[in-house]
């Protein structure tokens, strides 16, 4: 997130060294000066006979055309420095208004409409607001294969944990504080392909599985986690009524984790209550979600 320090400065406006036509105006012959005065005296009065004219031909005074527009586009353009500084201004004052928002707190979000209408825009997942929404409306194809890394972190039932850079480095963080916290968490499933999950999806339980392409773990962004507690594995429904599991729920958010499936939500999310998977979706997202009380991925980024 930019900050408005980071802002790049734009280049300074040029050195008042375009005193010239100043200094050629005050050479200038008085001739030169005479016609110029006309000039000015000429425009005045076609601008007296304009507003004389302007309600006899339904002309709104109040609203400036575009010629009169123009004429204050003229004046207030440079070369003088001081004109070309509230030129600049606008420019940077929006440019720096995103990284404002961005930084009073979680970032607000108007929502998405998903445009992808083909197998091969589904190469990509459906992104609110920089985050990935996967599930059974917004699906991505076999080609989605995002970019992995093996997590070093305890693992149950699979070879080995493989995440998104991302998520991978958060998951760290989140199984070293459960660690302090004297918790031990275990990953019971990671990154699963889309081959892996049409398998899992034909062999399993349909309301807990989703069909291949609305996984979010073919996101590398999705874990389904358990604890250890005296040499037993706690998971499933269990791990929802274990200190661990509540540990979890109340922790994972500090780190960018959240409780994706809560239960009665499947209404909305497609999936049945799963105390197991955290989905990453990044510190800001996650503690937005605990702040504002949304139980769902998809209110939150009010999906459309
Ligand atoms: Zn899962």
Not at 27 to 44: C, E, K, N, Q, S
Not at 102 to 113: R, V
Not at 166 to 179: D, M, R, S, Y
Request: aromatic share 6%.
């Amino acid at each position: 997130m930019r900050s408005p320090g980071a802002e790049p400065r734009r280049a300074a406006p040029p050195e008042p060294t375009t005193a010239v036509p100043r200094h050629a105006l005050r050479a200038a012959p008085t001739r030169v000066r005479g016609y110029r005065l006309l000039g000015a005296l000429g425009i005045v009065l076609s601008f007296v006979a304009g507003l004389l004219a302007g309600p006899m031909l339904g002309i709104d005074p109040g609203r400036p055309s575009d010629a009169d527009a123009a004429t204050v586009a003229t004046v207030t353009a440079p070369p003088a420095p001081v004109a070309t500084s509230p030129t600049l201004a606008p420019a940077s004052a929006s440019a720096s208004a995103p990284a404002e928002d961005a930084e009073s707190g979680p970032p607000e979000c108007d929502g998405a409409k998903d445009t992808r209408r083909t197998t091969t825009a589904r190469k990509t997942p459906f992104t609110v607001c920089g985050v990935a929404l996967i599930n059974k409306e917004h699906r991505v194809s076999a080609a989605y294969s995002p970019k992995l890394v093996t997590v070093d972190v305890r693992a149950n039932g699979i070879p080995k944990v493989l995440l998104q850079p991302v998520a991978g480095t958060a998951l760290k963080k989140l199984f070293a504080a459960a660690a302090r916290a004297g918790h031990t968490l275990v990953v019971r499933s990671s990154y699963r392909s889309y081959a892996t999950q049409a398998y899992w999806y034909a062999t399993m339980n349909k309301q807990r599985t989703a069909p291949a392409g609305a996984s979010e773990h073919q996101s590398g962004l999705a874990v389904d986690l358990a604890g250890i507690a005296n040499g037993a594995l706690v998971h499933g429904t269990t791990l929802a009524r274990s200190a661990i599991g509540k540990w979890l729920v109340k922790n994972a958010p500090k780190y960018g984790f959240i409780l994706r499936y809560p239960s009665d939500q499947a209404a909305l999310t497609g999936i049945v209550y799963e105390p197991w998977h955290f989905r990453y979706v990044g510190i800001d997202v996650a503690k937005g979600v605990v702040a504002t009380k949304t139980k769902t991925l998809e209110q939150y980024l009010r999906e459309t």
